[in-house]
């Protein structure tokens, strides 16, 4: 098995990938040669292009939305994920139109926001903050507009194959002050940043395997990481929920934070960390379920099952 992994890692090509990344700077600049509505219609029809022929991703996601939203018709089904795909589509304009568009001086004309207030004053109380986000609309504006903002904040995120692009990305999300640890080598760094009361950034939707801890998600048991829970516990630190949502087919978003967990509120809990992941996970599912088409539903969230449920069908 480690022969067939070292032959894998050289096969990789570094010619093929500084290829890729150059036309990615050529797309780039063909893209803004036009605004960024218009850029947003390209991807709309995109991301139905690839719902209309990935047909392994379409058959996850409507597997994942029948088995989340039972009462709902095909009909809405079909039009839920071929949407899905579409906001996918649209976040990588977004990605790349954000530095460009986005200053101090005017993210009001991009931006409104609900139930910030208690986050934003946690996060300049400086004594640590877990915000927690998914694979939702443009998760990627919310730690661009942080760093923007001032805060101290760090973004957990797992580097790409391809090293030149992801160096290229890195820095878009830099620009702002925003600074971008990578996932490999987080563990060794986030108890010393919490510790230092910074604002931590995480994706928190993801299968954590058949080592992670088990709650609900529509219904379903799904695995979750433990690092989020073990961090907020072992450092004391609130976590905040967080989500972007795009309004229309617009570059404009509603930033919310649905739910904030008090250190308080785990203290008395026979299984504090199972409570933790359970609780910020039903936050999630809560702002999925106001807008479901934003989601991601091609993802394999509910890859992994509890032993005493692996007899029983499930989404592959």
């Not at 009361?197 to 219904?219: E, M, N, S, W």
């Not at 989020?228 to 976590?239: D, H, K, M, W």
């Amino acid at each position: 098995m480690a022969d067939l992994v070292t032959q894998k890692k050289k096969k990789h090509n570094l010619f093929m990938d500084w290829l890729s990344y150059v036309a990615l700077r050529i797309l780039v600049v063909f893209l803004h040669l036009f605004d960024v509505e218009t850029n947003l219609k390209t991807a709309c029809f995109l991301g139905r292009l690839l719902w209309k022929h990935y047909h392994r991703g379409r058959k996850r996601a409507l597997d994942n939305l029948r088995a989340s939203f039972p009462e709902k018709s095909e009909q809405w089904m079909w039009e839920t994920g071929r949407r899905s795909f579409e906001h996918i589509a649209m976040l990588a304009i977004d990605v790349l139109f954000t530095p460009r568009l986005v200053k101090k001086h005017n993210w009001h004309d991009y931006s409104e926001y609900k139930n910030v207030e208690r986050a934003k004053w946690l996060m300049q109380q400086g004594q640590g903050l877990l915000m927690i986000a998914a694979h939702y609309s443009n998760f990627e504006i919310m730690g661009y507009l942080l760093g923007l903002f001032g805060f101290k904040v760090y973004s957990i995120a797992r580097p790409l194959d391809n090293k030149f692009i992801n160096k290229y990305l890195y820095e878009v999300r830099r620009q702002a002050g925003q600074n971008i640890i990578d996932k490999k080598g987080a563990a060794e760094l986030m108890d010393k940043i919490a510790s230092e009361g910074a604002t931590l950034c995480f994706i928190a939707d993801q299968d954590a395997g058949r080592r992670g801890i088990f709650v609900d998600f529509f219904g379903r048991k799904a695995s979750t990481y433990k690092s989020i829970g073990l961090l907020a516990i072992s450092n004391n630190v609130p976590i905040g929920v967080g989500y972007s949502r795009r309004i229309g087919n617009r570059f404009y978003f509603e930033i919310g934070v649905n739910r904030i967990i008090l250190p308080e509120e785990w203290a008395e809990k026979e299984e504090p960390l199972q409570w933790v992941t359970a609780e910020y996970t039903k936050a999630i599912e809560k702002f999925v379920r106001e807008e479901p088409s934003q989601y991601w539903w091609l993802h394999r969230r509910w890859k992994h099952q509890p032993k005493e449920e692996k007899g029983k069908s499930c989404p592959v």
